[in-house]
């Protein structure tokens, strides 16, 4: 059974830093791109960024609300995801998800639970 | 950036057809994908490839795609068709997974 797991949420102040790790199991990691989406209490969804599988480069793409801000990274060893995020604003505060996709442009066919990231003084 | 429209809210009678448009330029060219998110839930993947269902979603459930609207159409509406749902495109111009702003949907 494919599951994703996202840990590493938390209440976190403006400017600070945080990652977020996405735990997948049921299949390999490295097979796919992973992308993390995030939602604002009540509002819509919204794509952070992705990750490649090794096969395409491994490289990233980002929102611009995010880039050079947050930063994603794998190891599939571990069969893990990274949500690095720095400099973090109230505006970030938001429901995390993991997904993963055969590459960029196929669906997202698979999504984790998310993981609670509030950001406040 | 692309741009996908979404009518904020939709409502139906059950038993009646249910029919969620997404607006964007010349959508008809891309593969849309659409997802179901019911409160407190992750979303769920319903649509992909622009028609396809995946495995464990009711034939009830299709969607179409031409000019500059996508539609995910729901038949014979049950009342746990509830939820939120959300169109999405790759966006090849930029690499960037693009979604819609979301549909309510409310079953009378």
């Known amino acids: 059974e494919v599951q994703l797991v996202e840990s590493g949420g938390g209440l976190v102040q403006p400017g600070r830093s945080l990652r977020l790790s996405c735990t997948a199991s049921?299949?390999?990691?490295?097979?796919?791109?992973m992308s993390w989406v995030r939602q604002a209490p009540g509002k819509g969804l919204e794509w952070v960024g992705f990750?490649?599988?090794?096969?395409?480069?491994?490289?990233?793409e980002y929102a611009a609300s995010v880039k050079g801000r947050f930063s994603i990274s794998r190891d599939d060893s571990k069969s893990i995801a990274y949500l690095q995020m720095n400099s973090l604003k109230t505006e970030d505060t938001a429901l995390y998800y993991c997904?993963?996709?055969?590459?960029?442009?196929?669906?997202?066919?698979?999504w984790g639970q998310g993981t609670l990231v509030t950001v406040s003084s | 950036s692309y741009v996908l429209t979404q009518p904020p809210s939709v409502s139906v009678a059950p038993g009646e057809t249910a029919r969620i448009t997404c607006g964007g330029n010349?959508?008809?060219?891309?593969?849309v994908n659409w997802y179901q998110q019911k409160p407190g839930q992750a979303p769920m993947l319903v649509i992909h490839?622009?028609?396809a269902r995946p495995s464990g979603i009711p034939e009830r459930f299709s969607g179409s795609n031409s000019g500059n609207t996508a539609t995910l159409t729901i038949s014979r509406v049950e009342a746990g068709d509830e939820a939120d749902y959300y169109c999405?495109?790759?966006?090849?111009?930029?690499?960037?997974?693009?979604f819609g702003g979301g549909t309510n949907l409310t079953v009378l």
């Open positions: 490839y622009e028609s």
């Open positions: 049921g299949f390999s990691l490295g097979d796919y791109a």
């Open positions: 999405q495109v790759w966006d090849s111009s930029h690499d960037h997974v693009v």
């Open positions: 997904s993963r996709a055969l590459s960029g442009m196929h669906p997202l066919d698979y």
């Open positions: 990750i490649r599988s090794k096969v395409f480069g491994g490289t990233t």
């Open positions: 010349n959508i008809g060219s891309k593969s």
